[in-house]
């Protein structure tokens, strides 16, 4: 491996910004485009405003790339929801729901990171183990539609469930762009995770049909959807979140039984029986000496003060609590799908649990029980 010598580097630093492809191959001969893009990565150095309005202005071959780029992502999805052969199945179906009480079933979603890759020492042999992955991603989510139908099973005798809304709270894919390197921790590009993740959760609500008779999935945006490297403004719709929702309305375009909702927000808020859901990622809550706790209780009061709802649901934090913010309401906070994310343990000193909330609700109670399900087993 060559080293980049000092010349080198302030040469980076000072193309990079506005240059294209071709030309900084010419400059830096000798060296490939994928070592170019790692040292910028390493620097920490963006594309200016100035290169963009140059390749929509001139084309060229950077603009080619794209347009190719965008294709071959059409093509790709196109052969990935096509595919007869699906990622889950939910086992055997067993008779459902022969009691009267009526009520409706809400499974939160969130944190599925799909395309990331994470590794975590093992404190026996003292080498990194991988945790998590895409197939692993694929045997949580069949793991998960066991545990619901399991639960179902033991809730039938009493219970008559025929809707469920999905709330799909961000995160669902990785992204490769939130910070410099994170191509190192992905297996494949935002493109194909996109594609991958509405293949898995199209294929879920698929299977879920067998059991439900409506299926009500709604989404909004996390901050690993985000299409810019920096935490900046930008529109509701700039999400790859929000796009899975878009896709996903296309795909069950022609089914009756299911509902997507795209909400024209970063949060929402759905009725159940006229009990009010306040949804939205949570990576705007702040922690304070490194505890998510007192920020998110915090930030619930004072929206609780603006807004009306009767509980709070977000993700962002990897790890699965339940928080009183008053007498009759509270924030549920979902898990994530990574074991022993990285992340988590550097942020708050938690080995996160894969874990996602199932729960129900009555015309009484906005939650009457509740199921955290262990994503790395099946229940029992």
Not at 10 to 27: C, F, I
Not at 118 to 145: H, W
Request: charged fraction near 30%; aromatic fraction near 12%.
């Amino acid at each position: 491996m060559n080293i980049w010598t000092k010349k080198e580097i302030d040469n980076l630093k000072k193309l990079y910004p506005n240059s294209t492809r071709d030309e900084l191959l010419k400059v830096f001969k000798g060296r490939t485009w994928k070592s170019i893009e790692i040292k910028a990565a390493n620097l920490r150095l963006k594309k200016s405003p100035l290169f963009y309005n140059k390749i929509r202005k001139d084309g060229g071959d950077e603009m080619k790339k794209n347009v190719v780029e965008a294709e071959e992502f059409g093509k790709q999805m196109i052969k990935m929801l096509s595919q007869k052969k699906k990622l889950v199945r939910i086992p055997k179906q067993k008779d459902l729901f022969k009691g009267d009480v009526n009520e409706k079933a809400v499974l939160v979603l969130s944190d599925i990171h799909g395309g990331k890759k994470n590794y975590f020492l093992d404190l026996e042999t003292g080498k990194a183990i991988e945790t998590y992955n895409r197939d692993i991603c694929i045997q949580e989510a069949n793991n998960l539609l066991s545990s619901v139908q399991e639960i179902n099973y033991l809730l039938s005798g009493h219970y008559k469930i025929d809707e469920l809304y999905i709330a799909a709270v961000g995160d669902l894919v990785d992204n490769d762009l939130i910070y410099a390197g994170q191509r190192f921790y992905v297996d494949v590009g935002v493109g194909e995770q996109i594609t991958f993740v509405t293949k898995l959760l199209s294929d879920m609500i698929t299977e879920l049909l067998k059991i439900y008779k409506k299926i009500n999935f709604i989404v909004v945006g996390g901050n690993h959807g985000r299409m810019t490297s920096r935490r900046e403004a930008s529109p509701y719709y700039n999400n790859f979140d929000r796009l899975i929702g878009e896709m996903l309305k296309v795909v069950f375009k022609n089914e009756k039984r299911v509902s997507v909702l795209t909400p024209e927000s970063w949060f929402y808020i759905f009725d159940i029986y006229n009990w009010k859901y306040f949804i939205h990622h949570g990576d705007d809550v702040y922690s304070w000496m490194g505890l998510p706790y007192y920020g998110i209780t915090r930030k619930a009061k004072a929206r609780k003060g603006e807004i009306n709802f009767d509980m709070e649901i977000i993700g962002h934090f990897h790890t699965s609590m339940e928080i009183p913010i008053g007498s009759h309401v509270k924030t549920l906070v979902n898990g994530c799908w990574i074991k022993d994310d990285d992340w988590a343990f550097k942020r708050y000193g938690v080995r996160s649990i894969p874990n996602q909330w199932y729960f129900g609700v009555s015309k009484h109670r906005p939650m009457t029980w509740r199921f955290n399900l262990d994503l790395q087993k099946k229940q029992r």
